[in-house]
């Protein structure tokens, strides 16, 4: 059964979402049949998660919240994964 789950996030690292957090997320994203989608809270543009090019025009800085969202039948999961990459990367930052 499909569903869609939403979580906020803001980014911690003083350099921002770069590229190495940028592409652990993209890989695990595509271990997931789910879509995944990525923008800035309280922002109508939602961005391909499993697009390195995409994710890089997010411009995220230390401070900005974004909102990370999983549609799919492996939803559950994907959301867990991704949302332990973030959380990871920056803890090892």
């Known amino acids: 059964m499909s569903q869609t ?3 906020n996030y803001i980014v911690t690292n003083p350099s921002g979402l770069h590229m190495r957090p940028l592409q652990a997320f ?3 994203a595509n271990k997931y049949q789910s879509q995944v989608l990525v923008g800035r809270a309280g922002g109508e543009e939602k961005l391909n998660g499993k697009s390195m090019i995409h994710l890089l025009g997010l411009g ?3 401070g900005t919240e974004i909102v990370v969202e999983v ?3 492996d939803a559950e999961n994907a959301m867990e994964a991704l949302w332990s990459v973030l959380n990871q990367v920056y803890d090892d930052a």
């Open 5 to 7: 789950l939403r979580r």
């Open 26 to 28: 993209v890989e695990q």
């Open 60 to 62: 995220a800085d230390q």
């Open 71 to 73: 549609v799919g039948d």
